[in-house]
Structures are given as C-alpha cells and as structure tokens.
C-alpha cells in the first residue's frame, strides 16, 4: 500500500466531481467555470473513449488531481497490462473490480510496482446502484449486500491495494475491518436538496464523510445545477461540517475511553502532584489505557487519522509515556521509529534519542498528555539538536492550561491534542462519573491550578 501521506482534510480534496459528459467541450466548460473551487475529477469510460483520453492532459495542464475510473475487470494480465496503461497517464488514482480475484489483483498491483508508479489502486466492491434484491438475483444467495462489500474490500486489502470505491453506507464497517489507512471512495452522495437519480445507497456530504469516506465522488448535483460554483461550494462546507464532527467525536470517544478504563482519577482532598508541581484534583495516566486493546485501538486509530494526512518522515515517542504510542503508530503508519529520553544517558553512548535517524527527516512527537509542556518542549529540541526537522507535537491528552499555550507559542512549535480537559469533564459529568460539585471543584483547578489551594 502507498504512503498516506498523500492524503490531506482539506475539504475541497474530499471532494471528486464526476466528469459524467460524452464530449471534450463540455468538461472543460465545467473545469474552467469550476476554476479554483474543485481540485479533483473522475474520468469515466464514456468521458475517456469519447476525448481518446485527451481530458486527462487537459486536467493536468490545470493542476487537478483525476480519478480515472475505467473499472478494469479481466483475467489477470489483461488487467494488469491496462492498469500499466492508466499508471503511466497524469492520474492520481485509478480502479479494478475485486469481483476479478484476489489473482487479478495482485498482478496489477505487481506491475504497477515495476514501474515505480505511486497511483493509488483502488478495488469496486459493489456499484451503488445495485439494492439487496438485485444481489440476490445476480447471486443467487441471501448474502447481505453490505456483507459482500465487506468480503470484497477485504479481499482487495490482501491483494495490496489501496482501498475501494463502496457506498457511504459501508465505508465505516470496512474501515473497521480493513483498517484506517485504507481509503474509501464513495459514489452515491447526495445533499439533501439533490435528486438521489439512479443511486440506491445514498448519503449527504456531510454524513458520508461522518461515516468514514476519504473521499466522495458527486456528479449531477454540481453538473446538472443552475448555478454550478454554488452547488460546488455548498457540498465543500458540508464536508468540512463533517470533518469537524468527526474531530469532535473522536474528542469525545477517548474521553469516554480514559473514564471507562479508570485511567483518570479523581481525588479532592488528597491532590496529585504534577512533575511541574503543579497540586491536581485530577490525574490523567493514558500508561494505563495500553492495556485495553478495545479503547488503545480508539486511540491509535485517531492518531492515524490525523497522520495519514501530513507529510513527515519520522514518529518520535517521548520518554516514557508516549514510547508505546508512538510505537502503534510507527507499526501502522509503516513509518521509522525513534524515541527521545529526558536525559542524554550517562553510559555508553550517551545517546539521549534511541532507535531510527532522525537527521534531516521530518519529525512528528508523540505524547501521552500535555500540562505545562515543559518536558514535550524538551524533548522536541533535543530531536532538532540531533538534527531533526521538528514539525509538530501531537499527544492523546491536555490540559489546556493557558500557560501551556504560552510555553509552545514561545518555542514556535506547532501542538495539537486528540482530547483535552474541557471535553472530559463534561463526559465526566454527563454520565455521573463525578457529581456536579467536583466538576465544579475541578474547572475552577484549571482556570488557575498554580494558586489552587494556595
């Protein structure tokens, strides 16, 4: 599979419009009216034979990014000698039925490598405009039509591809089974003020990418539209109405994770104490959620989520706390691994950051939770003294005290966290883990824990 780095949440790259014209002068009409609001087109078989292939030049001589979607199904070296055919065409990323075998798609993917080519390969599981009755007539079986999507996806996954195209309906139980980090492309999206046309399993922008879609390919809502830039828009702020809510989720879900796991504790009259000094009614020990393969996979799946989208060369752990994480990460990203002590050791080498180079590569630091951010600091610039390209912190927790902010702001490094106190304490509250006098204890410990108690 390819380096995921590739993929970005800007929500206009979420977006692929479908080129669905049978001339050269209608596309580019769109293309050109469109401009800069769409970055990303399919190229059907009906654009591709009717243009002889000349629309893919066109896309490229205006930087856009084009799914070609000729849906190649033969025995296996027919198919494989058409995808050598596509991968060398300006194209981002092009498909193959996985109803063709497992056989078939492992010799495309095969080929492909030969020529070094980074196009994504991408598998058809089953076309949206198919219902449940039609796959039992086809099939003759009482199968599920979600269940052979599955199947297929899953099939596509060993044989080495990409991801697939699917319907919304299914991408969130194939990311499930197949993993984060393969991509799912889904036809059959529709606002809630467009036809739904000849689509069976459909969903809007905003709920498919909810849902689990990387991507979502629309066409005769913004082709067929009066007013084609505004349809365009109007499913771009969709798609970033659903990024955000899955942003919010996933805050929500570790949170209820670190609750559920008890690896937050609470104690009013006897505090913790923090590294900093700090006197907390709460600690936050993400240590002990490793132990819980259910939630740990919550966690790391955020991560990847995030990740899969920047350009970076390098996962760092920090010393001690964010070594296992990082190390999940590292494994399902197919990424280096290094992590970084708190002190340079005293014998041997002397080494203070263990594990893969880190001169000259882009670093991502892995923490289990930020107060203060003293330590995260630390740590980044001892990576940067050995030469690392320091990009950003990223932890699973915070704290979010404002002196923190002041601390990263101060260093210019760039830090973001999964969840953070806000989010957890109303959880916390919501659903009776703390009554509401230690919820109240607790927020006035964050607006100024430094004099808390003093």
């Known amino acids: 599979m390819k380096d995921r780095n590739q993929f970005i949440n800007n929500p206009k790259e979420k977006l692929i419009i479908a080129l669905d014209f049978n ?51 033969d025995i296996p070296n027919t198919t494989a000698m058409a995808s050598l055919f596509a991968a060398k065409q300006n194209i981002f990323m092009f498909n193959v039925h996985t109803s063709g075998g497992k056989r078939m798609m492992e ?38 039509l979600k269940d052979l999507a599955v199947n297929w996806a899953k099939l596509g996954k060993e044989a080495g591809l990409d991801g697939v195209v699917c319907s ?75 990024i955000e809510n899955n942003k919010n989720l996933k805050s929500v879900l570790i949170a209820e994770a670190l609750l559920e796991t008890n690896a937050v504790q609470l104690n009013i009259k006897n505090p913790f104490t923090f590294v900093s000094g700090i006197k907390s009614p709460i600690y936050c020990d993400n240590r002990y959620i490793i132990g819980f393969p259910k939630y740990r996979k919550i966690i790391v799946d955020a991560f990847v989520d995030i990740l899969k989208n920047k350009d970076f060369d390098i996962v760092g752990g920090t010393a001690t706390a964010g ?80 002196n923190a902010n002041k601390n990263f702001e101060d260093a210019k490094i760039k830090f973001s966290s999964l969840s953070n106190f806000s989010t957890l304490m109303k959880i916390a509250k919501d659903k009776k883990f703390i009554s509401e006098e230690d919820f109240n204890i607790a927020i006035e410990w964050n607006k100024n824990p430094d004099k808390w108690q003093k």
């Open 323 to 402: 070594i296992p994480w990082a190390s999940f990460i590292a494994y399902e990203l197919n990424k280096p691994l290094c992590y970084i002590r708190a002190e340079k050791k005293e014998h041997g080498k002397g080494k203070q950051i263990e594990g893969a180079e880190c001169k000259d590569k882009k670093l991502i630091l892995i923490e289990d939770l930020i107060s203060t951010g003293s330590s995260s600091i630390k740590a980044f610039e001892a990576a940067k003294e050995d030469g690392a390209i320091g990009l950003e912190i990223i932890s699973i927790f915070s704290y979010e005290f404002e």
């Open 23 to 73: 001339s050269m002068n209608e596309a580019t009409k769109l293309i050109d009216e469109l401009g800069e609001e769409a970055i990303f087109y399919k190229v059907g078989l009906e654009l591709f034979l009717y243009t002889k292939g000349e629309i893919i030049e066109y896309l490229a001589s205006k930087n856009k990014k084009v799914f070609l979607d000729l849906k190649f199904h």
């Open 107 to 144: 010799k495309t993917v095969e080929e492909i490598k030969k020529i070094n080519k980074n196009n994504l390969i991408i598998g058809v599981t089953v076309l949206t405009s198919l219902s449940e009755n039609d796959i039992k007539n086809m099939f003759s079986s009482n199968l599920a």
């Open 168 to 242: 919304p309906k299914e991408a969130n139980i194939i990311k499930k089974e197949c993993g984060e980090n393969f991509i799912t492309v889904c036809p059959g999206v529709r606002p809630k003020w467009a036809d739904i046309n000849d689509q069976e399993r459909t969903m809007t922008p905003k709920e498919a990418i909810e849902n689990g879609c990387d991507y979502i390919v629309v066409g005769r809502p913004i082709t067929r539209s009066d007013d084609r830039v505004k349809a365009c828009k109007m499913i771009i702020k969709e798609i970033a109405e659903g």
